[in-house]
């Protein structure tokens, strides 16, 4: 969870950095930055590489705790140090394959330029020319006023959702394996609950992403391809993304009780617990792991 905190500080704050514009116009779905830091790269970092990172990292989380319930002979993958490199190398590499797909696939060509120029001006009193935006032109108009498939946008979103159902597939897989798990095992009643509510919990932080940032991004790509004609209410995607980094961790806390009480703990200012006080919120969640990893492994 320190991971997700630390990520959701950085993807927050290249928002007001970047201050991305998302932008539909008939086939084409554009993105790009307008804030101090602007250019072709800075867009992808925004729209390509922490949207992939961010997702990347959810499926691992899942990982994480799918080894720790259902396969606790491999969970020296995430505890063993020397592990790390090759964990971050995995979790780097698919943030870079998007960033690949999408720079090589869904750059600014001189067709989307010109598709989106008339567009641009009038909206944003703006010169394509002088843009540096990402993202895909699915058609192009023909002769006849016939569609002309643009192929590399096809072939970068065949790329992208390769990623995109490979990730969501391992999370629904590892959620369905640990339900399963924590329902026939036999650990302890104040272990499983605990187990059920870091469950619960990560659940959450899946649920609350795919409706702030997945869903809204999937409907303005979509709008795309389909010529929908929502113009400047795709950008309404970045504002919707920033409520999820702050409501994330409220989610969390609502979500298992043992926070909650060490929250209520700090705010009522009662910071020290005597020795005699035997509440879970004071043991590390890394024991908490290891006794439940001891406790499974005995079924």
Not at 24 to 29: C, G, L
Not at 39 to 48: E, K, Q, T
Request: charged content about 15%.
């Amino acid at each position: 969870m320190i991971t997700f905190a630390l990520f959701d500080i950085v993807y927050s704050s290249s928002h007001p950095l970047s201050n991305p514009i998302m932008f539909t116009h008939r086939h084409a779905f554009i993105v790009f930055a307008s804030g101090p830091l602007t250019g072709h790269w800075i867009s992808l970092g925004y729209c390509a590489l922490f949207f992939a990172l961010s997702l990347t990292l959810l499926a691992g989380h899942f990982l994480y705790r799918y080894l720790l319930i259902c396969k606790n002979n491999w969970m020296f993958i995430f505890n063993k140090l020397q592990f790390l490199p090759f964990l971050i190398v995995v979790w780097l590499s698919t943030g870079f394959a998007w960033v690949a797909f999408v720079h090589f696939g869904m750059t600014d060509f001189k067709e989307t330029r010109d598709y989106t120029r008339v567009a641009l001006r009038r909206e944003f009193d703006m010169d394509a020319d002088k843009v540096q935006m990402v993202g895909p032109l699915f058609f192009l108009d023909g002769p006849t006023n016939n569609l002309i498939i643009f192929w590399p946008a096809w072939f970068a979103m065949a790329g992208c959702f390769s990623i995109l159902g490979s990730t969501f597939g391992m999370i629904l897989f590892c959620s369905f394996e640990i339900h399963s798990k924590l329902k026939s095992c036999t650990m302890s009643e104040k272990s499983k609950r605990l187990q059920y509510e870091l469950f619960k919990a990560l659940i959450v932080q899946a649920v609350i992403p795919a409706i702030f940032e997945y869903t809204p991004c999937l409907v303005a790509f979509s709008s795309a391809l389909f010529g929908i004609p929502l113009g400047r209410w795709t950008n309404i995607c970045p504002t919707l993304l920033t409520f999820y980094t702050w409501l994330d961790p409220i989610c969390i806390i609502l979500c298992v009780k043992d926070y909650r009480m060490a929250i209520g703990k700090l705010l009522s200012g009662q910071t020290k617990i005597s020795s005699h006080q035997e509440t879970s919120y004071s043991i590390p969640r890394s024991r908490v792991d290891s006794y439940a990893k001891k406790e499974i492994s005995k079924d």
